[in-house]
């Protein structure tokens, strides 16, 4: 039977235990019979090699059809697919490969060919103007699989590959893990943890906000005179409405409580729908007369600043985001996934040096009622090696770097490490980095902080509508932001694991905030930072429907990583 795909010919090696180069799998789906020259590529592979790559694959393949029996090649005929031979110096198609397709109207191609393009992110890169904060979110809607006329990338991205644009190749990448808790847990569930953990969240996150306000400890406010000016940052203790329509909201801090009175009138309603517990806040105003409370005049959120300026790779290369891929799952789509990884093995997706995978590699067992009923893999170690497989079919030279869901088989409170080590070896597919949830992975000079997201489902809850939805993902995504947290409420829907330090703190501001978990796409930027929810690789299920919830499946967000602007791919 012909391999028609080149991740079928990834998958065939992966078989026999090969991973593969790009320009190898490439030359192989050029051969004029490809299932014999993958077998005679494998007979003839040196019994210490790994990966095939394409000297390989030339040294077996000629014009006419490939048999076991035919003898490897002399001279220098050229390769199936038009390469010159190792003697004449030919470059690998990292390299010569001159143009990027910029067809961004073409419909939904066949399995194996390339699939449209969908939306793309503001094309006024720095601003925050509303159009530039809210683009993304919904237009997958509109595309069609034939025919369609989408959108292509934002203004300001690259579309061709100058002539003398630096080549791509393993020895330009850069990628760096930072903040991966994975194997430096300390927590042992006592109150003394959970006391350090809060400390550290306070100590951090007030840094942010003392150059804003002229803070004041609790105890020190308490002994100032009445109608003195106050300002004091906390971690908000309790948020309730009183009878007048005002709102009280106490504060904490490590010297202990202070309450804050915003009044209706003040205008601050829109900001006070934003509060969560536990979350750091700074309050400025004035003491009543017997410096009982503090009337709040004004609000801050540690937030992001406006003039945040984001890194740049030097080259044109793209990273892949992705999430809840649930291999396992009855409604895996194993189809769409086939057409996602063919199209990462052709000519136009040579840019795409990295995958970044936000958590959910599988459906897991036992994560919610009946679940059982769903799956089509029902042991939690087959179906890692079931996701092993199809990760094979990425191509090898790719650069993966995987974090947990709360569908995995890794504690669900978060922080979550990077999976134990028999979970870590059944996933050890092309040298994948597995770290922790969440981490930062920067990406030649761009920072991507990677969060599976359990607790937008919280931030959905807790705010208004137009704040946070499941159809616009992003916004809910802005809303971490601005707290510089990714699961602010402690003691809710989000389980949080005390730890010496609290890794959920966004100290460092990122370039790209990349989530998944809520199964539905959606893209902005918020104060030049890009929020990405990537969507799913899973239909939807019947638990699915019972909570009305839509998926958007099938989707990759592919960022351009000198440039920050994003394309949509649809694979369904």
């Known amino acids: 039977m012909p391999l028609e795909s080149n991740a079928r010919i990834a998958k065939e090696l992966a078989r026999h235990g090969y991973n593969a180069e790009r320009e190898a799998i490439t030359l192989l789906a050029s051969a004029p019979d490809s299932a014999a020259a993958v077998e005679s590529v494998v007979d003839h592979a040196p019994d210490d090699a790994l990966r095939i790559t394409a000297d390989h694959v030339r040294t077996v393949t000629t014009d006419r059809p490939v048999s076991d029996t035919d003898p490897a090649p002399t001279g220098s005929n050229p390769s199936p697919s038009g390469a010159e031979s190792p003697d004449s110096g030919s470059r690998s198609t990292h390299e010569s490969s001159p143009t990027r397709n910029t067809d961004k109207s073409a419909p939904e191609s066949p399995k194996g060919q390339s699939p449209v393009e969908i939306g793309g992110s503001s094309s006024n890169r720095g601003s925050d103007s509303a159009s530039n904060r809210g683009s993304g979110s919904g237009h997958h809607a509109d595309a069609t699989a034939e025919g369609s006329d989408t959108a292509g990338t934002a203004e300001g991205s690259n579309t061709a590959d100058t002539a003398d644009a630096p080549h791509h190749g393993p020895d330009l990448r850069e990628l760096e893990v930072g903040n991966d808790m994975t194997g430096r847990s300390t927590g042992t569930g006592e109150y003394a943890d959970f006391v350090r953990t809060f400390r550290d969240r306070y100590e951090r996150l007030s840094k942010v906000l003392r150059g804003r306000v002229n803070h004041r400890p609790a105890e020190a406010i308490a002994e100032m005179p009445g109608g003195s000016d106050a300002a004091m940052i906390g971690l908000v203790n309790d948020v309730r409405s009183t009878k007048s329509g005002h709102w009280l909201v106490e504060l904490e801090d490590t010297t202990g409580t202070f309450p804050a009175l915003i009044m209706k009138d003040k205008g601050l309603a829109d900001l006070v729908d934003e509060i969560m517990m536990d979350e750091c806040l700074a309050v400025e105003g004035t003491l009543a007369d017997d410096s009982g409370i503090l009337f709040a005049d004004s609000l801050h959120f540690p937030d992001v600043p406006r003039t945040h300026r984001t890194g740049a790779a030097d080259r044109h290369v793209q990273a892949a985001l992705i999430s809840d891929v649930h291999v396992g799952s009855d409604e895996f789509m194993a189809d769409a996934w086939s057409r996602f990884t063919d199209w990462l093995h052709t000519p136009e997706a040579e840019p795409v040096e990295y995958l970044l995978l936000a958590g959910d590699m599988v459906e897991g067992v036992g994560v919610y009622p009946d679940q059982d009923e769903e799956l089509e893999i029902v042991d939690i170690y087959d179906q890692y090696e079931a996701f ?141 930072v890009l929020a990405v929810n990537s969507g799913c690789w899973q239909a939807q299920t019947d638990f699915q429907k019972s909570v009305n919830i839509d998926p958007d499946a099938g989707y990759a967000p592919i960022l351009d990583l000198d440039t920050l602007e994003m394309t949509v791919r649809k694979f369904a």
């Open 388 to 528: 092993a497989e199809h990760l094979k079919e990425v191509p090898a030279d790719t650069e993966i770097v995987m974090i947990p869901g709360n569908h995995d088989a890794v504690r669900l409170a978060e922080p979550q490490p990077g999976f134990n080590d028999e979970i870590r070896s059944i996933m050890d597919v092309h040298d994948a980095q597995i770290v922790s949830n969440p981490a930062t992975v920067t990406v030649e000079g761009v920072d991507v902080l990677m969060y599976h997201g359990v607790s937008l489902d919280e931030v959905i809850a807790e705010l208004p509508e137009e704040k946070a939805s499941y159809d616009e993902p992003h916004k809910a995504m802005y809303q971490l932001l601005k707290k510089r947290h990714v699961a602010p409420q402690f003691g809710g829907h989000t389980r949080v694991a005390p730890e010496e330090r609290d890794y959920l703190v966004i100290e460092d501001v990122p370039d790209v905030f990349h989530t998944g978990h809520v199964h539905k796409l959606g893209w902005g930027k918020y104060h030049n």
